[in-house]
């Protein structure tokens, strides 16, 4: 009977062994390998680097809340934009918190701007907390603060959001969106004009 449960036991043994070193170190090995060998940027997280220096990446978000930087989405992980607690806030519809949070948002926004609609993509989270996108009605909506806050023509600032869209892929995959890290990027890299 010893001999039975052994002899059982070994095959099984042998196989988890097995298993275990091709799918958690052979494949994981060789997936890392073709990543690095046919998208080394995007395998070593889209990092964007000035100088030599990792200045952030282009899949998570950042916060910029100067007002000659276009403003990402809020974020609810940590104490925002915390890639070590990404996540949503986990607030209904019917949270007293998210409704008081959303208004002061709306508030400030209101007070900033008077008399425009404001997207909602400005005042909720998503769900990860990092979005790294804002949509084109969320861009063109800061345009005017912008072009203030840096004494821009805001002629000048439009265009540069414009360029900075991102349509679907193929057309339909997907919505269009602003990355704002790099559009706050390229609006840097412009030398600043005075306001027609």
């Known amino acids: 009977m010893k ?15 097995l298993f275990a070193l091709l799918l958690g170190l052979a494949y994981p090995l060789a997936m890392t390998g073709l990543g690095q060998t046919l998208f080394p940027v995007q395998a070593d997280g889209s990092l964007v680097r000035a100088n030599g220096t990792v ?16 403003h990402p989405r809020p974020s609810a992980p940590g104490e925002g934009y915390d890639g070590l ?6 607030l209904g519809p ?6 008081q949070r959303v208004a002061g948002q709306v508030a400030a926004l209101e007070q900033a701007q008077p008399g425009q609609p404001i997207p909602v993509d400005l005042v909720t989270a998503s769900g990860s907390g ?15 603060r912008v072009a203030k806050a840096r004494a821009m023509n805001p002629a ?9 869209i991102e349509r679907p892929l193929l057309g339909f995959i997907g919505e269009a969106h602003v990355n704002v890290f790099e559009l706050n990027r390229r609006l840097d890299a412009l030398p600043a004009k005075p306001a027609a």
């Open 156 to 164: 000048l600032v439009r265009g540069l959001v414009e360029a900075a």
């Open 94 to 99: 019917a949270s007293k918190a998210l409704h």
């Open 130 to 144: 990092l979005d790294p996108d804002i949509s084109p009605e969320a861009a063109r909506y800061q345009v005017a």
């Open 3 to 17: 001999n039975d449960i052994l002899s059982s036991l070994r095959p099984a043994l042998v196989m988890t062994v």
């Open 55 to 70: 200045i952030g990446s282009r899949l998570v978000g950042q916060a910029f809340t100067a007002s000659g930087y276009f």
């Open 85 to 90: 607690a990404s996540g949503g806030s986990n």
